[in-house]
Nanobody, 114 residues
Framework: QVQLVESGGGLVQPGGSLRLSCAAS????????MGWYRQPPGKQRELVVL???????NYADSVKGRFTISRDAAKNTVYLQMNSLKPEDTAVYYC????????WGQGTQVTVSS
């Protein structure tokens, strides 16, 4: 069974940093674009960043310059380094293919608050 497991979220103050991890089971992920999505309270889930099969990345304007996505093929893991966090970054963060094609994991909560 294909499974995505996110981890690394938590409570941080504005300006703080977090590093999220997404462990993906199964094969074939290395040839797919992978992305991080987030769902703020009361809002729809949205794609914030992706990394394609060649390693090229695309970031939403809201996170550009602050977030960095990377992937480790050997570990079948995708990471999201988040710096200079803002309260508006508060959301449940999920990983998935882009477009999403795997069952969603539980996500990991990121709360940015003073």
């Amino acid at each position: 069974q294909v499974q995505l497991v996110e981890s690394g979220g938590g409570l941080v103050q504005p300006g703080g940093s977090l590093r999220l991890s997404c462990a993906a089971s199964g094969s074939g992920f290395s040839i797919r674009s992978m992305g991080w999505y987030r769902q703020p309270p009361g809002k729809q889930r949205e794609l914030v960043v992706l990394i394609d099969r060649l390693g090229s990345t695309n970031y939403a304007d809201s996170v550009k310059g602050r977030f960095t996505i990377s992937r480790d093929a050997a570990k079948n893991t995708v990471y999201l380094q988040m710096n200079s966090l803002k309260p508006e970054d508060t959301a449940v963060y999920y990983c998935n293919t882009v477009p999403a094609s795997v069952d969603w994991g539980q996500g990991t909560q990121v709360t940015v608050s003073s």
